[in-house]
């Protein structure tokens, strides 16, 4: 399983690259990586879990933050009452629409591979429809708003070489459009 120690951190340049498709049926270095990304979210959600192994507690894992250069990544969204609003692992996702109505989270956001807060506002879209494929290979198209839809755009942010303070206004980091939703 990964430890904080397997995630590479900003700086690399596997961080900054656009991850390569993934082809199917998956190999069995691909299963394990899908496996071993959605234990680490699993993991690092649960109390106990996460304090024996030092774990920061993760809603969503891309491939190139564990070294990995594939278009791959673990999502693992639970809601108010710890039920689960989104767990899939995304292989090959695609955005293919997004809301006209932006949405950002409140707080701002952090990331697993960014060890320093950044403050302000991550612009996103606030619903969006991904295309992607699961483990078994098959193809599924996906609605999303609100806090799933964020965490989704994080991560095919990763696969193109994307970080999120990469959105964040420079001169204005807490500007945003009046009709944008504030996510808290
Ligand atoms: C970077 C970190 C602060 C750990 C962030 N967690 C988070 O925002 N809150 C959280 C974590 C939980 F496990 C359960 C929960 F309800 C809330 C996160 O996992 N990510 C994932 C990441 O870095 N993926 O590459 C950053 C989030 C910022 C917006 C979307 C993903
Ligand atoms: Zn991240």
Avoid at 12 to 19: Q, T
């Amino acid at each position: 399983m990964y430890l904080m120690k397997d995630i590479t951190r900003d700086g690399a340049k596997v961080l900054r690259e656009r991850a390569k498709p993934v082809t199917f049926p998956l190999s069995d270095e691909d299963k394990k990586l899908a496996h071993d990304m959605m234990a680490y979210l699993v993991i690092s959600q649960d109390e106990e879990q996460n304090e024996k192994y030092h774990l920061r507690p993760g809603v969503g894992l891309a491939a190139p933050q564990v070294g990995q250069s594939k278009a791959m990544a673990a999502v693992l969204v639970p809601g108010e009452n710890n039920e689960i609003l989104f767990k899939e692992v995304l292989i090959n996702p695609r955005i293919i629409s997004n809301s006209v109505q932006h949405a950002a989270l409140a707080e701002g956001e952090g990331c697993l591979s960014v060890d320093k807060d950044i403050p302000g506002y991550v612009v996103r879209a606030d619903r969006i429809t991904i295309a992607y494929q699961n483990e078994a290979g098959e193809h599924k198209k996906v609605r999303l708003k609100n806090y799933p839809a964020i965490v989704c755009q994080h991560e095919i942010d990763h696969l193109n070489g994307v970080l999120f303070y990469d959105h964040i206004n420079k001169e204005h980091p807490f500007s945003i459009d009046p009709n944008a939703v504030l996510i808290h």
